[in-house]
């Protein structure tokens, strides 16, 4: 039967009742990854063992894992796959650090800041080649196909990002392409793995990708809200760090462009700079611009986009579960 077939359920799971439908598999997830983690070098350990100790959501490892129970599939390579996932999201948080020259990350010190740029580039590259190793120990071709891809698109968007550090002519377009090189291709990874484990055809293959897709963009325009409406004690880093690294997100692109011309000025001038101290301006001219609204509104579209992708699934608890993390993607508070 074709899985897009049946009538869909309109229910979703709370994060809570999501994360105990995992949690058997979540932790056969996490036990590969300290399992696939060791080395024979020590510092590879500590700091491998540092980043993924922090905890986290583990949602990427997650979506796989929902995706491919929504279709019927459980066990070992989707448990595989999952720890493919996070390696890779983890390589990229090693990295990304290191660019911005962050020094705080899910409330600690980040691992440059500990052990310094070098260690922590040669241990996110580490990290890159051993969910290589897994990936080819499944021999499967279109599964280290669509994560050779990924891995590329992500560096690709790394570099996409430095092209916009401290410009102010960034617009929502050229941050959505940003993004999506950036945060949701791995999201649609893992959805559309999950779906391939499974046995899914071509066209619930799709739209899982296309779910992923829009769960990452809501996820990340959030997280760009919360860099100026939340607070470093809930969001688990700087508050302004976005600002600091020059980097334009949502609110303040739409702040930007629906100032007046001496706001405006000013505002192009703050994101030149990276002026972190100008953060409570920064934060009074989106507000009086409406730029968390819209930019929520943006990551509500996103979020119900994700929904409908799902509504030619026969319903099931997973389905549920996926349907709910569109919603907390949008609601959470960090």
């Known amino acids: 039967m074709d899985a897009r077939s049946a ?3 309109p ?8 994360q105990a439908l995992a949690r058997e598999d979540m932790a056969a997830v996490d036990a590969l990854i300290r399992r696939r983690l060791a080395s024979e070098v020590v510092l590879i350990n500590q700091i491998a063992e540092y980043i993924v100790g922090a905890g986290g959501k583990r949602l990427r490892p997650m979506l796989l894992i929902l995706a491919a129970g929504a279709l019927g599939h459980r066990g070992a390579e989707a448990h595989q796959l999952a720890a493919v996932v996070e390696f890779i999201h983890t390589a990229t948080l090693l990295h990304d650090d ?3 020259e962050s020094d705080l990350r899910r409330g600690r010190r980040t691992a440059n800041a500990v052990w310094g740029n070098a260690a922590s580039v ?3 590259d580490f990290l890159y080649s051993r969910s290589f190793q897994l990936m080819v120990e499944l021999d499967r071709m279109e599964v280290m196909r669509i994560l050779a891809d990924t891995t590329n698109a992500i560096a690709e968007g790394e570099v996409l990002q430095l092209l916009h550090v401290r410009n102010p002519d960034t617009d929502e377009a050229a941050y959505l392409r940003v993004i999506e090189r950036k945060t949701a291709v791995l999201f ?3 959805t559309r793995l999950g779906a391939l484990l499974a046995g899914a055809d071509a066209a619930t293959c799709e739209a899982m990708h296309r779910y992923g897709l829009h769960l990452g963009y809501a996820f990340q325009i959030a997280d ?8 470093a004690a809930t969001l688990g880093k700087n508050l302004g760090d976005d600002l600091a690294e020059g980097k334009a997100t949502l609110p303040l692109i739409h702040a930007i462009g629906h100032s007046d011309d001496a706001v405006r000025a000013r505002l192009r001038a703050i994101v030149e700079e990276g002026d972190v101290d100008a953060l409570p301006e920064v934060i009074a001219a989106i507000r009086a611009t409406g730029g968390l609204d819209y930019s929520r509104r943006r990551a509500e579209d996103y979020a119900r986009a994700a929904e409908r992708e799902l509504e030619g699934l026969a319903d099931n608890a997973h389905v549920a579960a996926l ?9 959470r508070d960090h």
């Open 7 to 9: 009538a869909p359920g």
């Open 11 to 18: 229910h979703a799971l709370d994060l809570p009742a999501i």
């Open 98 to 100: 290191v660019v911005d």
């Open 122 to 124: 040669l241990v996110g």
């Open 188 to 190: 649609a990874a893992a």
């Open 224 to 231: 760009d809200v919360l860099d100026y409406a939340s607070d």
């Open 323 to 331: 349907r709910g993390l569109a919603r907390y993607a949008v609601d």
